[in-house]
Every structure is written in structure tokens, then in C-alpha cells.
């Protein structure tokens, strides 16, 4: 893991090496993490832990760590009275949870009413979304939100002056509202301000800002609707990064459009795309994520691949600068399950030990440190 540091000129060798000692040191005899589920968001970070209980690190002005304060926390702390809960999602300052009933719980920002409980007043510990049951998954923009229940229709609240909620408006929902004209969604996600779904057929559906081609329709114009992306077919998973949008087909490859002004589409060049390009080299794919400008893999052999913009170190490769337009792999192995937020990525291994890296400037790594970056994939432990 050090391999990487050494080579790098001395003053940002050893500003790294500092970085990942005190994550190690500062946690070396805690133990294992138990972690199941993670997420990270705009500057903060959450963890699900395997008892069911909710912790988060970071930015928290808005209450968006769920422990009934708005103190800044660079080390996790527990979400109050928040149990039983199998799945996490982050918003820009806000977070929702999946509990075993499915019931969604939510807290944090709520100035666009994305906290689903009919009113824009913020909450600093869970509160439930009014009238949603029987959900299976649940994703986040930036200021909207997306649930999907075991009947596979899509509900949607928050945000709306986009057309990301796919009601045919453009007017914000403070509670849940169904989107019509589409059924049998297996999977959803959310970007900046657009949506999309995987139908169980293996197409995807996409709405909201279109103005990178995110939607990938071929257009560079919003939809308030569900529109079908042409050309592309045996998907059997979905991505949103903030502008760029992530498919993966069931041969193992990756397929990408949208914004790539940072290579975040992983095609060798910056030039956007408003229909889907296959990823570079790259196959043998399990799972995908998409973040602010950058984009990372998990491949069959536990390996993470990352490309895009690295400007905070976000892809883990060991140190952090000029974005990759290709895929990179990183240090770390034996990687269960992966999630990236604007500028930062996390890794949850076999093992149920969390390692993260990328921008800590409000603590979001969760290593006990602010205001460092971190181009290394380093172990956070959770009580």
C-alpha cells in the first residue's frame, strides 16, 4: 500500500504517509468495523452497521449525521433511536434509511422537502417519510429523493425544478408521489437532478436535467417524464454520478454518458456523450458507482477500478492530481461492496472493515483528522 507514496517527491510523500499513519494509529486496537451498508454525500459519511444501527462523520450544520446536534464529527458517531435499519443513502446535506419493515426514515436539510415527512423544516435525528411501505431500495440526488417498492413502481419527492421526480412537473413534492408510465423497475439511482431506473427487461429509464447529455436520449433536453436510453439493452445495473450516468451490462462491461469534462466516462477522452460508450478496457465488472466527477468499479477478482478526477485523491491509487481518462486500478483488495460521493470513495471489505479515502476537508473520512486529503485507501473504525 505504501509501494505508491515512496515514489512521490518528498513534501507530498510525506503528507500522505501522515495521513494513513494516524487513520492506522488512531484506530489500530478497536477491532473489526461490522459494517454491511455505506454511503457518503456531499461532505458527510454514513455507515450501517450489522446490529442495524446508523452511524455518520462529517459535515453535520444541517443535522445531516442524525445525532441530534449540528456538530461537525471528523470520527463516527451513532444516529439517535435509529435501529433495525438494512440500507443508507446520502443526499448533499441530508440522509435516508431503510428499515427491515420497509419504512424510510429521513434527516438533515429539508428546505426542498426531501425529507418526504410533508413539511421543509429541518430535522436533526430520523423522522419517518409519511405514507411510503413495503420499500425495497432507496436512492438520493442532491435535493431529491427516490424509493422502490417490492411492487416495482418508483416514488419520488424533494427537488423538482428539473423534472427529476418524473411527474410530468416541475414543482417540488414534499411527500412521496408515484411515477407513472413505468412498472417492473428492479433497480433506481439519482444524480445532481436527474433520475434514473432499470426495468426488469433490462432497459433503462432516465428523467430530469438533461443538459450533458445525462439522460442519455441523444438530446440535450430535460424530460419531466420517463424517457427509454436507446442502444443499449442487457443492463442489470444502474449509476448516476452529479452529471454522467453508469450502466453495466450482464457481459461484465461498462457502459457511460453524460458530462466528461474530467473523464469521468472512462472512454480515453473529455468529450461529453449524449448516448452510451463502453468504458476502455475494462471487464469482468460485479458492481459500479458514480460520484461527483469520477467513476470507480469493483471487478469478479474484489479489485476497484477508477477513473475521472482524482484532483482529492478520490480513486485511491496513491496519490492524487491530473484525472485518469481511463481505468486505474487501485491498492486495495478483497473489496465486498463500493460507494463515492462528490470527492470520496469507500470501500466495505470481506471482512466488515471500512477503508476510505479522497477529500476530508470536514472529516468525512472519518479517521479522526480534518482538512488533509488522502490519495490512500485507509481503515475507519466504527465503535
Sequence with gaps: MLKNIIKLPKILAVSLLLV????????????????KKVATGGFHSMFVKLDGTVWGTGQNVYGQLGDGTTIERHSPVQVTGLTNVMSIGCGDN???????????????????????DGTTIEKHSPVQVTGLTNVVSIACGVGHTIALKSNGTIWTWGANGNGQLGDGTVVNKKIPIQVPGISNITAIDGGHSHTIALENNGTVWTWGWNYYGQLGDGTVVNKKTPVQVPGISNIISIKCGDYHTIGLKNDGTVWTWGNNSSGQLGDGTTIERHLPVQVTGLTNVASIEGGGYHTIS??????????????????????YGSPKLIPTQSSITDVKEINIGKDVSIALKFDETIYTCGNNSRGQLGCGVVGSISGIFSQVIIP
Design 20 to 35: 494513513f499513519l494516524i487513520c492506522q494509529i488512531s484506530y489500530a486496537d478497536t477491532g473489526i468495523n461490522n459494517i
Design 298 to 319: 469493483l471487478k469478479d477478482d474484489k479489485t476497484i477500478w477508477g477513473w475521472g478526477a482524482n484532483g482529492c485523491g478520490q480513486l485511491g491509487i496513491g496519490y
Design 94 to 116: 441530508y440522509t435516508i434509511a431503510l428499515k427491515n419493515d420497509g419504512t424510510v426514515w429521513a434527516w438533515g436539510n429539508n428546505s426542498l422537502g426531501q425529507l418526504g
